[in-house]
T-cell receptor
Framework: AQSVTQPDIHITVSEGASLELRCNYS??????LFWYVQSPGQGLQLLLK??????LVQGIKGFEAEFKRSQSSFNLRKPSVHWSDAAEYFC????????????FGSGTRLSIRP | EAQVTQNPRYLITVTGKKLTVTCSQN?????MSWYRQDPGLGLRQIYY???????DKGDVPEGYKVSRKEKRNFPLILESPSPNQTSLYFC?????????????FGPGTRLTVL
């Protein structure tokens, strides 16, 4: 069965600093991988997704993520964070074989230090 | 504007009083689902529907019912709410059952059961 782990519950970074949010997944083959962002009081918005091909994926709002098969990871990065990036971030995994199911991680809350 | 709407956004109720949370999408999506979000647990799927009159249990279906009589609507019904159903609920939709497709989320319904 697929699963996804986000080891960091809460991260604080200074505005302008770089960011990396960790995500590890468990699945027997290459899954579909997603990062979502949830701003306060809002629903989830898709930042980026990986299905196959180039392991470095570009998303919206200046985010990128890198799929590393050997480490079963799909970490989210941003070179310079802005105060508006403060939100909760969810990594999610979908299984191509079962088609419909998506499993979400427990989320990482990002705070920005002025 | 393509969107998923939920009503109400906030609801406080008492144990045992039946309630319905509505969900509607205007994108002609086949697949719809309900999630609950609890601190430290991420999003867990309650029920999903692959098309009209086709519904199935997710990971945490106990205490909930759904129906899919029309393609655009997917209401969540709590016949006899209990305090452990206090949570933040999200409705989501995507084009079809394949998790390859982007999932769109509603703004959420915060439910408190006293």
């Amino acid at each position: 069965a697929q699963s996804v782990t986000q080891p960091d519950i809460h991260i604080t970074v200074s505005e302008g600093a770089s960011l990396e949010l960790r995500c590890n997944y468990s699945y027997g083959a290459t899954p579909y991988l997603f990062w979502y962002v949830q701003s306060p009081g809002q629903g989830l918005q898709l930042l980026l997704k990986y299905f196959s091909g180039d392991t470095l994926v570009q998303g919206i709002k200046g985010f990128e993520a890198e799929f590393k098969r050997s480490q079963s990871s799909f970490n989210l990065r941003k070179p310079s964070v802005h105060w508006s990036d403060a939100a909760e971030y969810f990594c999610a995994v979908g299984a191509p074989s079962s088609a419909s199911k998506i499993i979400f991680g427990s989320g990482t809350r990002l705070s920005i230090r002025p | 504007e393509a969107q998923v709407t939920q009503n109400p956004r906030y609801l406080i109720t008492v144990t045992g009083k039946k309630l319905t949370v509505t969900c509607s999408q205007n994108m002609n999506h086949e697949y719809m689902s309900w999630y609950r979000q609890d601190p430290g647990l991420g999003l867990r799927q309650i029920y999903y529907s692959m098309n009209v009159e086709v519904t199935d249990k997710g990971d945490v279906p106990e205490g909930y019912k759904v129906s899919r009589k029309e393609k655009r609507n997917f209401p969540l019904i709590l016949e006899s709410p209990s305090p452990n159903q206090t949570s933040l609920y999200f409705c989501a939709s995507r084009r079809d059952r394949s998790s390859y497709n982007e999932q769109f989320f509603g703004p959420g319904t915060r439910l408190t059961v006293l």
